[in-house]
């Protein structure tokens, strides 16, 4: 087990998945959890990086900053996508390594597998064929990261490790529809909807494609265990080992929110990959499963959005250059 005392920094902690993991290291009796605002350090400026290390010296590191969005922001995007990812990776990951961090976790995304992966998909498809092409910045960004924490390894013998996780949802989620990703989205469509009156409901693409959900609490307590039980310098996924369609998470959402309201879909829009379902057989191995349902998350995402809009707080996350989830 790791020293709870012990100097532990969240880079990006303001988005999605730093919140979360923020809030489960509270949970588990952290006492030095260490964060900086893009105020204070800009993570694509080396030198800015370097500076907060040396006075820092963060003993271990949860690297999950950068710039996120959906399937419209990824593919209308693209500079920010590629470039604030590839810079937040480089200069965390030197940084960690110049000023002696014990062990750093770098946190991917599953969009860096090729498109027509064998699904359920295995690790060992990373750079088996071409990427999607809505998300191939962000993917190439992504497996960048992995490099160099493998880089790292084999070079100075850092300890640094990847987890891949499927995607992400949650309270403290982004709920702008140019830049969010599914689950938000829909829960704003139908919520809107339902407020204004409304019972149509435009929902992007065909809704034949797939895809795996988990809640961001349980990928927070997944990055802590992996930080405590894994040592590897291959990547290792992170998921629930389950998809659904988007025809499916659509009619889930309406139930929940609206469900007199009539779904229709707008075929002008991307599906994106047609399906991407990952193997975590070897995170299960380890003794690791994700505890939260669907159907309990979804929920929980909702009341959180309600409870949000009425405390007049943000819904639209932070899709910026240092705190995104
Ligand atoms: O969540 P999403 O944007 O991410 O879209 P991706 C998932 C699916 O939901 C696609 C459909 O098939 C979309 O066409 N969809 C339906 C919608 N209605 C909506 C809507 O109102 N908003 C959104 N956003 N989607 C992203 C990548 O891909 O996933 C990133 O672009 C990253 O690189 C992330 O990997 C996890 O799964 O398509």
Redo the contacts with the bound molecule.
Sequence with gaps: MIDRNAPIYVAGHRGLVGAAIIRHLEAEGFTNILTATRDQVDLRDQSEVSHWFKANRPRYVFLVAGT????????TRPAE?IYDNMMIHGTVVHSAHESGTEKLLYLG???IYPRHATQPITEDQLLTGPL?Q??EW??IAKIAGIKLCQAYRRQYGSDFISAMP???YGPGDNFD?NS????P??IR?FHDARVEGRSEV????T?S?Y?EFLHVDDLARACLFLLENYSDDSHINVGTGVDLS?RE??ETIRSIVHPEAEIRW?TS?????PR?LLDVSKLRNLGWDPTVTLAEGLRDTYQWFLDTESAGGSLRGVGTATSAG
Excluded at 68 to 75: F, M, Q, T
Aim: charged letters at 20%; glycine letters at 12%; proline letters at 2%.
């Design positions: 996120v969005g959906g399937i419209l922001a990824n593919s996508f995304s599953s969009c999607e809505t998300n962000y993917a499927t995607n992400l529809l969010s990703h599914v689950i989205a829909l469509k435009e929902v992007w693409g809704g494609a895809r988007i998470l659509a707008d829009k991307p599906d994106g990959t991407k």
